[in-house]
């Protein structure tokens, strides 16, 4: 059946080594795996194990040492409209009112102004950010930040959504409603997501997949098939707790 | 509680400047008193300033030296703020123009602006035009340096952001690093006003035939101290005028930052 499953994305014996002065540094080793569509894939992976790179390779950001990236079975190169990032540490401008950010892509698009306002107005209510239009970043919360990093990368409607760790720098209880609007936002824009994060219990709670990377360098451990537990998922239930604790006891320590 | 202990701060804080002002105020008049040939007093200096309207100094009315000095202040500081700003810009985006231009500016931008005066008068006489030059040229460093510094600022992840979302380099420019430098550039507008202000007062005393440095010297050969502080004062006040005009200014440009 997998067979048959056209891969929307898919990485291929990715490398990636740094050279500096001071030698050379791998940071992935021989990375493949398969996105489908309409998938939500978690990358899991300790901290500073080389997901960032891999993500800024699929991405276009970064070159890669050997491998290839293949989007719709093409080849691709460098930064495509296709693909959208919610970044790590937000990234939003502090000087500009959250709908000129969250219009960001379609402006450089060099779409109108009143299509844009329609379009960021749509994404805006998406993340439940409805009111606060004309806010400056600066008088917004950590995880609303994070709601207009998330209706940006939605805005330009891509295929593919990279998420980098975006909940990493909230606090739990920020965390968690974070996670269950994520759970909410791609249920209602079907869209084929890769989700990158450390955190195992955020893995097991939103992935239909879960690929488990190594320690540095990052090498592809195991993937997992979560397909089995429906969402919302109870993250206190044997099945959860299961899978959980079995990622676990495969898991590298981060240094 | 708290509200009361904040309201009684808050007054605290507005009786606390007048006081200062007083405190001048008080200074002046009893040095005045105790010297009346150093220092005229606040009645004899309001006297003088009434008669620069009544009896004008080199047939100039008060207000015709302050705008006289503005005006030099104001083309002077539009070309540096042009030039200045979009060099600052080219060096603090483009590796080669930083590095044709980054030493030059280390070296010159230490130079006082008032040390420019000797070799500007030397070069284009004391015509109105080197005294244009001179603001030009002691304020021009200083926008440089600090819009390059703005830029370099700029987050590295904001400008992947950027490409990202399919931003090309002028794009990216205009739209993320330059607004992100916008605080520093205007910091570095802020510098070159106070400083373009006090360099053409030097210059003016050099040489002008109005000017309120002109109207300082004048007070000066004639020793008429009482025009010297009518010069003074209204140079302190204008310049701490152009102080407020600006901080509105950037309230308007950069609203996010008074957040």
Not at chain 1, 143 to 169: C, H, S, W
Not at chain 2, 175 to 194: K, N
Request: charged letters at 20%; glycine letters at 8%; aromatic letters at 8%.
């Amino acid at each position: 059946m997998e067979s048959n499953m056209k891969p929307k994305l898919e990485v291929k014996n990715i490398t990636k080594t740094f050279f500096s002065d001071k030698g050379a540094f791998q940071a992935v080793e021989d990375v493949s795996f398969q996105i489908r569509e309409g998938e939500f894939l978690v990358l899991l992976g300790p901290g500073r194990c080389g997901k960032s790179v891999l993500l800024n390779i699929i991405s276009g950001l970064l070159e890669q040492t050997s491998g290839a990236v293949y989007f719709n079975g093409q080849e691709i190169h460098g930064v495509n409209p296709e693909i959208s990032m919610v970044f790590q540490k937000t990234a939003v401008m502090p000087f500009k009112t959250v709908q000129q950010n969250v219009e960001l892509g379609l402006k450089f698009a060099g779409m109108d102004k009143k299509k844009r306002a329609e379009i960021s107005e749509h994404y805006i209510n998406l993340v439940g950010l409805k009111g606060f239009e004309k806010s400056y970043p600066p008088q917004l919360s950590g995880g609303m930040k994070q709601r207009v990093g998330i209706a940006r990368a939605y805005a330009t409607n891509p295929e593919v959504l990279i998420m980098d760790e975006p909940f990493g720098q909230l606090d739990a209880q920020t965390r968690y409603s974070m996670q269950n609007e994520i759970l909410r936002i791609s249920a209602e824009e079907k869209k084929t997501v890769l989700f990158v994060t450390n955190n195992i219990e955020e893995a097991c709670s939103l992935g239909d997949r879960i690929v488990l990377l190594s320690a540095c360098p990052a090498r592809v451990k195991e993937i997992y098939d979560l397909n089995y537990l429906p969402k919302p998922r109870d993250i206190v239930s044997k099945e959860f707790l299961d899978i959980r604790q079995k990622i676990s006891d495969n898991t590298d320590l981060a240094l | 509680m708290e509200k009361k202990k904040n309201s009684v701060m808050n007054i605290v804080c507005i009786i606390l400047p007048v006081i200062a002002v007083l405190c001048i105020a008080i200074g002046w008049i009893a040095f005045s008193t105790a010297n009346p040939r150093l220092m005229p007093g606040p009645v004899e200096v309001f006297q003088r300033f009434i008669r620069t309207f009544t009896n004008p100094v080199a047939r100039v009315i008060l207000p015709g030296h302050i705008w006289a000095s503005l005006r030099r202040v104001l083309i002077g500081l539009i070309f540096a703020w042009i030039i200045g700003i979009g060099l600052g810009v080219l060096v603090g985006w483009n590796k080669k123009v930083r590095a044709v231009l980054g030493s030059v500016l280390e070296l010159l931008r230490p130079i006082p602006p008032i040390a420019w005066i000797p070799l500007v008068i030397m070069w284009f006489g004391i015509g109105e035009f080197s005294k244009v030059f001179i603001v030009f040229i002691g304020t021009i460093f200083g926008l440089i340096v600090n819009t390059s510094a703005g830029i370099k600022l700029v987050d590295k992840i904001n400008i992947d952001v950027g490409k990202i979302f399919g931003g090309n380099q002028r794009q990216i420019l205009t739209e993320i690093v330059v607004p992100t430098a916008l605080p520093s550039i205007f910091a570095g507008i802020r510098t070159s006003v106070s400083s373009g202000w006090t360099t053409v007062v030097a210059a003016e005393m050099l040489g002008a035939k109005a000017g309120l440095g002109s109207l300082v010297t004048k007070g000066w050969q004639g020793n008429d101290m009482a025009l010297v502080l009518v010069a003074v004062i209204s140079i302190a006040a204008i310049g701490a005028l152009l102080s407020v005009l600006l901080s509105k200014l950037e309230k308007v440009v950069c609203p996010w930052n008074q957040i």
